[in-house]
């Protein structure tokens, strides 16, 4: 029913374990294999989201199950946040817990089929998605360190439950599955059997529909790629590591290519705005050269500073505040949220210590005399979100030198600053 010979090699197999048909099916595929079959050790990861009284009894069920087979069962209790929509919380949730759990090279199989692929499309198709909600879930794609495969996506949901009935597997009947308030509850239960009595075709058709849209997907991908190149071009090497693009090569393009690059960018670093929210990126893109306008999304913000954008998420949306000591400038100095800094200089100083703009700073260079930092970070067109963070050293009250600009120091010393992980959202 599935090939999984493309996963052979990985350091670990998990499968996300609801224990209802779908994955039940999947996890004595994957049993089955494995006692045929050399492959990764297997194990079961099951959610619990903690939103139903019924839910309690689930981790129980999954063990006997999971002891049956002889397979590892982990059990992961998560949060629910408050919102909108607790399908997508609760998606989150899970998936949250699924990318901490995940080492190097680690694939979690799920246990999604075509009429999931199907339900999916309708669904988006519905919410007026653009062409990246449109396409076919992935048989593959990347989760944390690991990746997510779906070896189901081309079974149907009947051929499942025939297997099932089959080997006599016991699965959850989830209650919830009932409630035609949640949306693909409603699109499964009430509006695909109406198609299929027309159309007996309509979940083949849909899964096929979502295929070709995804083709299409990866040729504006490609299409993206060529137009970043240019973009990604000309990066400030004294912030290496913050992802930032050319506005100019960006603003030459034509306004849905201009779009698609930046769907295809922002894609792999949070979730996407829908239709109404971009505008967030013509308030961006057309500001004022001297204004500083932030496009907050999801997972972080998009900013506008020097002629490029930049994109700032995790550590980089909080400011650090304080100062440190440096009692051993011979090792790196951790600063809390904002990465670590490591001191290059000829003779041993002492008395030193970190901290940050406060304003009215003062710095004595060499051949230019006593300058205003405020001034000196203008002239080497630092970024104004950087500026608040950017560690200066202090010996006693005067100060020594600003990270990652050589030229502005007073004794003959670098301050080489690690900038904190810019952490990416999820593709």
Known sequence: MINLTPWLNAPAWYIAFS???????????????????????????????GLQTAADAWPAHCQAIC??????????????APGASLEQASR??????????????????????????AETLLFRLLRGAGLRG?????????????SLVRP???????????????????????????????????????????????????TQNLARAAEHLGEALGLLDELAQGDLACAERGAPKAWAGLDSLD??????????????ALQYWLSLRTRLPDTRHWAGWADLRDAAGDAQPVWRLADGHLLRSHGRI????????????????????TVPLLLPGNGSVRLAVAQPLA?????????GEMLDIPGRGRRDLKRLLNEWQVPHFLRPRLPLLYQGECLLAVANLPGLVQADCQLHWQLPTNAQGLS
Request: charged residues 15%; proline residues 6%; neutral net charge.
């Open 351 to 359: 008395d030193l210590r970190i901290a940050y703009r406060q304003g």
């Open 67 to 80: 002891d049956n087979l002889g397979i590892e069962l982990q059990v992961i209790h998560v949060q629910v």
């Open 19 to 49: 224990g209802g048909l779908d994955s039940t099916v999947l996890l004595h595929l994957l049993a089955d294999y494995a006692r045929h079959h050399t492959s990764p050790p297997l194990r079961a990861i099951h959610i619990h989201h």
């Open 247 to 260: 506005l100019a090569s960006l603003v030459a393009l034509s306004p849905a290519r201009q779009r698609n």
């Open 92 to 117: 989150d949730a899970r998936y949250a817990a699924f990318k901490q759990a995940l080492s190097p090279g680690d694939i979690l199989f799920t246990g999604q089929h075509r009429d999931d692929q």
């Open 134 to 146: 449109l396409a076919a879930m992935p048989m593959q794609r990347a989760l944390g360190q690991g």
């Open 152 to 202: 189901l996506l081309a079974c149907a949901r009947q051929q499942l439950q025939a297997y099932a009935r089959m080997k006599g597997l016991a699965w959850i009947e989830d209650p919830s599955n009932a409630d035609t308030h949640f949306a693909r509850n409603f699109l499964r239960g009430e509006v695909l059997p109406h198609l299929q009595q027309r159309w007996p075709q309509t």
């Open 310 to 329: 930049w994109w700032l998420s995790g550590d980089w949306l909080q400011l650090p505040v304080g100062e440190l000591v440096w009692g051993n400038p």
